[in-house]
């Protein structure tokens, strides 16, 4: 075909599809199709104001500053202002040791840029992370070929693959 006959036959196609719409829209209005009911009648009911039996915690670091301050604001729990606390020291319960919490996944490394990015496993999520980064509390010393060096609350501890 050329493109005359397409451009015909083309235009004979929107032509009927519009066709068929309009028809359908007029149909639907002269088939006699019920109008929209009548608004009811609804009885007034007083409105009763229920107090909240929740409480919101703001003690998590702002997302958009590069170095958060730890330390969380006055929250209210209970009713009672809670004490200050840095963000890592909920991190872990007193019996856990990090080493059984995170688990090296893999190391991804730039010969030409000499860096290293390495994928660990914390509590379940994965993270791309550098060295000199923090990510939950822990701090991302050092990266080598098949382990990390990680400092969590001053102490050090090394993750092996």
Do not use: C
């Amino acid at each position: 075909m050329n493109n005359k006959n397409v451009k015909y036959i083309l235009i004979v196609a929107v032509v009927a599809v519009w066709a068929t719409i309009i028809y359908r829209i007029v149909g639907h209005l002269s088939s006699g199709a019920s109008s929209p009911r009548p608004p009811v009648a609804v009885s007034q009911n007083q409105l009763v104001m229920v107090s909240d039996t929740f409480t919101l915690n703001a003690d998590y670091p702002d997302p958009f500053l590069e170095e958060a301050d730890t330390t969380a604001g006055d929250t209210i729990l209970n009713g009672k202002p809670a004490q200050a606390r840095s963000a890592g020291d909920q991190l872990l319960p007193p019996m856990e040791s990090p080493t059984s919490i995170i688990q090296l996944t893999g190391i991804i490394g730039n010969p030409q840029k000499k860096s290293r990015v390495a994928i660990i496993d914390l509590r379940g999520k994965e993270y791309l992370v550098r060295e000199k980064e923090k990510i939950e509390g822990f701090y991302v010393e050092k990266i080598t070929k098949n382990s990390i060096h990680i400092l969590y609350k001053g102490e050090p501890y090394t993750i092996v693959k």
